[in-house]
Structures are given as C-alpha cells and as structure tokens.
C-alpha cells in the first residue's frame, strides 16, 4: 500500500475518493497486463504442444518439462501475488469509504433515539 491505515483514515472525503479511482486504475491495468501474460503462456503451451512430434503423452511431457514455459509460468503466479496486493489496497479504501459513511450516519440515530419518550417503570 502506498499509505499507512491511518494516513488514508486523516484524509478528506475527496481525496480518498482519489485514492480508491487510482488504486482501482493500477489495479485494472495489472489485471489487464497479469491476463494478457496468462494468455501468452497458454498460446506458447499450445503452439510446443503442436509443434512436437510424438504421441499425445510425449507431446504433454514436452510441454511440462520445458523450461521457458515454467519461467513464464512462474512470472505470471508473481504477477498474480501483486494483483493480489493491489486488489487488498482497493478494499482497504473501500472499507474505509464504507466506515465513514456509517460514522456520519450514526450521530443521526443517536439523535432519534435520544427524542424517544423513556418508558415507564413498570406502571
């Protein structure tokens, strides 16, 4: 997260708002970026899977040995991680959005609640 808790808590009401559209701006953008890597390794899965010679279990085996296609496998469960991280920020925002709309309203039904006439004790 780019800002501690507390930071994002003493922050106007608009410039949370801010942060939560660039939170979800980077947070699309990876998604975007993580899914088009995920694509890429699946075309490059399918393209050795045709291109080897042999029968469908030698052609799998070949597929799962390779060592390009685990290096790329492995980047894209890292992009996945930091996707992750990014989509946690995004609900620490929206949370925090969600806590002060709730303490804003809050005083509101205190306010009712007090102008209730109090019960009798039992008459």
Known sequence: MTMPVEQLWSLPETALVGAYAEARRRYAEKKF????QRARLEWMRAKLFVNTQGNVTERKMSVDVSEELARKGQEVREMTRDLDML???VDVIDTMIRLRSAR????????ETAEQPAEPDGE
């Open 33 to 36: 970026e993580r899914d088009t």
């Open 87 to 89: 989509k946690v920020d």
């Open 104 to 111: 804003g309203a809050s005083p509101v039904h205190a306010e």
